[in-house]
């Protein structure tokens, strides 16, 4: 395979750049991302399409990865629920090292190809959930060998990967591959690659949230009301959806805990 995100950079004597110089050629290669992510939407299609398909039926979202791949799983992850109002484990963002390594690298942690399904198995995975790989070089062993025992349990696998033809995409039975070429300094894949990762983790699970009803119209009325920015918020959904004033959409928004919940009550009980 052609490692493209491991190509010397387009650019050269980075040192010797003006600040806005380097702001500059990093804004134009940030560019091209939204254009290599649409032409992998075919892709995202067929794995968001499957993962709806799968947690439809009581199945869970796992996402697998090594340094910032793993963080960003693990950032999308843990957005579902404040955002969507889903329980914790509906999707699940696993990094090769534990927790310890979304704040600190942990070494060789990705060279371990077992530890990915001994990590899966503290969840009691099981045939009905999704397993999405996340691996800018596409070569990763702790993703690999998660998706490769993942396929022999009968678990759907996925994975998004910003090389073409990669051992993870190969491993995988709904690859996403966003080919986003060198970066600007070379090499660094938490540049570009980790941004078509991160549109494309934006995609995958709000268009399943989407898909499973956690959004009515356009509103994430299910969100979690933990600070009074999103209290204020939702008073003001409720105040547009059903016409009350303010002192009764806080009301309902304190009996009924969601948005959601409080249209629907203020409704039945016209």
Same mark, same amino acid.
């Given at each position: 395979?052609?490692?493209?995100?491991?190509?010397?950079?387009?650019?050269?004597?980075?040192?010797?750049?003006?600040?806005?110089?380097?702001?500059?050629?990093?804004?134009?290669?940030?560019?091209?991302?939204p %254009?290599?992510?649409?032409? @992998?939407?075919?892709?995202?299609?067929?794995?968001?399409?499957?993962?709806?398909?799968?947690?439809?039926?009581?199945?869970?979202?796992?996402?697998?990865?090594?340094? !910032? +791949?793993?963080?960003?799983?693990?950032v999308d992850? +843990?957005?579902?629920?404040?955002?969507?109002?889903?329980?914790?484990?509906?999707?699940?963002?696993?990094?090769?090292?534990?927790?310890?390594?979304?704040?600190?690298?942990?070494?060789?942690?990705?060279?371990?190809? !077992?530890?990915?399904?001994?990590?899966?198995?503290?969840f009691?995975i099981?045939?009905?959930?999704?397993?999405?790989?996340?691996?800018? +070089?596409?070569?990763?062993?702790?993703?690999?060998?998660?998706?490769?025992?993942a396929?022999?349990?009968?678990?759907?696998?996925?994975?998004?990967?910003?090389?073409?033809?990669?051992?993870? @995409?190969?491993?995988?039975?709904?690859?996403?591959?966003?080919?986003?070429?060198?970066?600007?300094?070379?090499?660094? !894949?938490r540049?570009?690659?980790?941004?078509?990762?991160?549109?494309?983790?934006?995609?995958?699970?709000?268009?399943?949230?989407?898909?499973?009803?956690?959004?009515?119209?356009?509103?994430?009325?299910?969100?979690?009301?933990?600070?009074?920015?999103?209290i204020? #918020?939702?008073? #003001?959904?409720?105040?547009?959806?059903?016409?009350?004033?303010?002192?009764?959409?806080?009301? %309902?928004?304190?009996?009924?805990?969601?948005? #959601?919940?409080?249209?629907?009550?203020?409704?039945?009980?016209?």
């Open positions: 395979m052609e490692r493209s995100t491991e190509k010397d950079s387009r650019y050269n004597d980075l040192e010797k750049m003006s600040v806005l110089e380097i702001l500059q050629n990093i804004n134009n290669e940030d560019k091209t991302v %254009l290599a992510v649409e032409k @992998a939407l075919p892709q995202i299609e067929q794995l968001a399409t499957i993962v709806t398909d799968c947690m439809r039926k009581g199945g869970r979202l796992f996402y697998i990865g090594a340094g !910032t +791949s793993g963080r960003l799983g693990v992850a +843990s957005e579902c629920p404040p955002t969507f109002g889903v329980p914790f484990d509906w999707v699940v963002g696993i990094i090769a090292g534990g927790d310890t390594a979304i704040r600190k690298a942990v070494e060789f942690a990705e060279d371990n190809t !077992t530890q990915a399904w001994a990590d899966l198995q503290e009691d099981n045939e009905h959930d999704v397993v999405v790989g996340i691996a800018a +070089s596409g070569t990763t062993p702790y993703v690999i060998g998660g998706l490769k025992t396929n022999e349990h009968g678990i759907a696998t996925g994975c998004i990967v910003c090389n073409a033809g990669s051992p993870v @995409a190969a491993t995988a039975q709904y690859p996403v591959e966003v080919v986003t070429g060198p970066e600007f300094v070379t090499g660094s !894949t540049m570009k690659a980790g941004t078509a990762q991160k549109l494309v983790l934006n995609m995958l699970s709000t268009s399943v949230m989407i898909q499973l009803g956690r959004v009515r119209g356009n509103k994430m009325v299910d969100m979690q009301l933990s600070n009074d920015k999103l204020n #918020r939702a008073a #003001r959904m409720v105040i547009a959806e059903t016409g009350v004033d303010e002192a009764t959409a806080a009301e %309902l928004l304190k009996q009924h805990g969601s948005v #959601r919940k409080a249209v629907d009550a203020f409704n039945n009980n016209k």
